[in-house]
């Protein structure tokens, strides 16, 4: 095949050896941290959205005088991508409760396939652990996309304001609402703290392993091209 080489065709081959070996419970626990992981991402994101629309929004409230044009956009710009990041999440966390309940239930179906009975009962105990771990950072999960909507609501009706009327006068009568927009945002950002944690957590106790070598193999393949 032309445009590869060889240890490129080699390390491709491997890869899709490892894919077939790999046991079916492994690779939806893999597909399952990777769902966690990428609305952990994302509620980061979103996160950092929210809190550039505040900064904007404070250096408008406490101007001077000059453009409020430019700012105004920016401000506009961060609240409507930070509102459909939130959308994004719920998407995300369904995502994530399907693979939770695909994993789970491989694992429970697995569980009879362990004649030992103390090593069955370690199993069972590690899946009832995993599942007390995944309804935390689920309940946690759903917490985010809830404090979020309050905040977006009123940050959306500012722009709706200021959209109309972009005015020093107006931009300054935000002062006390802006006050209690940002005591609102530093509690989320606290809750996506949280769902850091809880995401670094699930990560360290259930990602499989093996996956850490064939992320390796993809890398050094990628680099041969």
């Not at 920016?74 to 939770?100: I, N, P, R, Y």
Request: glycine content about 6%.
């Amino acid at each position: 095949m032309r445009g590869f080489s060889t240890v490129t065709l080699i390390l491709a081959a491997a890869l899709m050896a490892a894919c077939q070996s790999t046991p079916k419970g492994q690779q939806q626990a893999q597909k399952l941290s990777d769902q966690i992981e990428t609305f952990g991402r994302a509620a980061s994101s979103a996160g950092i959205e929210l809190d550039t629309a505040l900064t904007v929004l404070g250096s408008m409230v406490n101007s001077e005088g000059g453009d409020l044009s430019a700012p105004y956009k920016q401000f506009a710009s961060s609240v409507d991508k930070c509102d459909k990041e939130v959308k994004g999440l719920q998407t995300k966390l369904d995502a994530m409760d399907k693979a939770a309940a695909q994993s789970f239930l491989t694992w429970e179906g697995n569980l009879e396939t362990i004649e030992t009975e103390s090593i069955r009962n370690q199993s069972r105990q590690q899946l009832e652990d995993a599942r007390a771990s995944y309804s935390t950072l689920n309940t946690h999960g759903k917490a985010i996309i809830d404090a979020f909507q309050p905040i977006l609501g009123t940050l959306r009706d500012v722009s709706s304001l200021l959209g109309n009327n972009l005015t020093a006068a107006s931009v300054k009568s935000q002062s006390g609402l802006l006050e209690q927009v940002k005591k609102d945002a530093s509690e989320l950002d606290a809750k996506i703290a949280e769902i850091k944690a809880d995401v670094e957590k699930w990560v360290a106790a259930n990602a499989p392993k093996v996956e850490e070598e064939k992320k390796a193999a993809e890398d050094a393949a990628a680099k041969k091209e």
